[in-house]
């Protein structure tokens, strides 16, 4: 049983990194025997990884033609957001009452970091700062299974690389002031529900700056016809 399941592990990470990392497309088939030839491993973990990134939102089993790749449309793309957001409000909110002295003094590095990265125009590491300053934060999370739900989310839209550099240059200062703020309202020990509802936001102006900014941004694709 330990075997099956490191192969069924195996299988799904692979695969899932490949998804993220743009190697596979959407749209792209995913053919379990050439899957299975490509990784040595037989046909039955590769289908059990495939039914894993199904329920997770990464890939879509059409009938008679099997796995595909499921791209991010817009409507898909905003429905995401509004999902993550709420997640991520209440893992901030939880995180909050966990988070000591140190644990804000570090924060507010990463946030300084990102702060300067925006100011050299250093988008990569903007980014970078911006992923770290949300994973060092729930780090003081206690609730596991949300936290893996935000982690799924968070895959799911990098598969959108390159936007992150537009939106980072149209709405990057006001992240890092909206850091801050999360900082010190957590100091503060203002009540959880109101650093959720900050927290929540935070993430949803994501949204407001797209339907704002469209046409200066990339386009997201439209939803095909169902």
């Given at each position: 049983m330990a075997t099956k399941l490191s192969k069924h592990e195996k299988a799904y990470s692979v695969i899932r990194?490949?998804?993220?990392?743009?190697?596979?497309?959407?749209?792209?088939?995913l053919v379990?025997?050439?899957?299975?030839g490509e990784l040595a491993i037989s046909a039955l973990p590769i289908r059990e990884a495939l039914r894993r990134l199904e329920a997770e939102?990464?890939?879509?089993f059409d009938r008679n033609v099997g796995a595909r790749v499921?791209?991010?449309?817009y409507e898909a793309w905003e429905s995401a957001m509004h999902v993550l957001s709420l997640l991520e409000g209440y893992a901030t909110a939880l995180a909050?009452?966990?988070?000591?002295?140190?644990?804000?003094?570090?924060?507010?590095?990463?946030?300084?970091?990102?702060?300067?990265?925006?100011?050299t125009s250093d988008i990569a590491l903007a980014k970078a700062s911006n992923?770290?300053?949300?994973?060092?934060?729930?780090?003081?999370?206690?609730?596991?299974?949300?936290?893996?739900l935000v982690r799924i989310g968070w895959d799911?839209?990098?598969?959108?690389?390159?936007?992150?550099?537009?939106?980072l240059l149209l709405r990057g200062a006001h992240i890092v002031e909206e850091h801050e703020q999360i900082l010190r309202m957590?100091?503060?020990?203002?009540?959880?529900?109101?650093?959720?509802?900050?927290?929540?936001?935070?993430?949803?102006?994501?949204?407001?700056?797209?339907?704002?900014?469209r046409e200066l941004l990339p386009t997201l694709p439209r939803a095909r016809a169902r």
């Amino acid at each position: 049983m330990a075997t099956k399941l490191s192969k069924h592990e195996k299988a799904y990470s692979v695969i899932r990194q490949r998804i993220i990392d743009g190697e596979y497309e959407p749209g792209a088939r995913l053919v379990i025997p050439r899957l299975a030839g490509e990784l040595a491993i037989s046909a039955l973990p590769i289908r059990e990884a495939l039914r894993r990134l199904e329920a997770e939102g990464f890939v879509q089993f059409d009938r008679n033609v099997g796995a595909r790749v499921i791209g991010m449309d817009y409507e898909a793309w905003e429905s995401a957001m509004h999902v993550l957001s709420l997640l991520e409000g209440y893992a901030t909110a939880l995180a909050a009452r966990h988070l000591t002295a140190d644990d804000i003094g570090e924060l507010r590095e990463i946030n300084d970091a990102m702060r300067n990265a925006l100011a050299t125009s250093d988008i990569a590491l903007a980014k970078a700062s911006n992923r770290r300053f949300h994973v060092r934060l729930y780090e003081a999370c206690p609730n596991d299974d949300l936290m893996s739900l935000v982690r799924i989310g968070w895959d799911r839209l990098d598969a959108l690389r390159g936007w992150d550099v537009y939106y980072l240059l149209l709405r990057g200062a006001h992240i890092v002031e909206e850091h801050e703020q999360i900082l010190r309202m957590i100091e503060s020990d203002e009540p959880p529900a109101e650093i959720e509802a900050y927290a929540r936001d935070h993430k949803l102006r994501t949204v407001d700056v797209y339907q704002q900014n469209r046409e200066l941004l990339p386009t997201l694709p439209r939803a095909r016809a169902r």
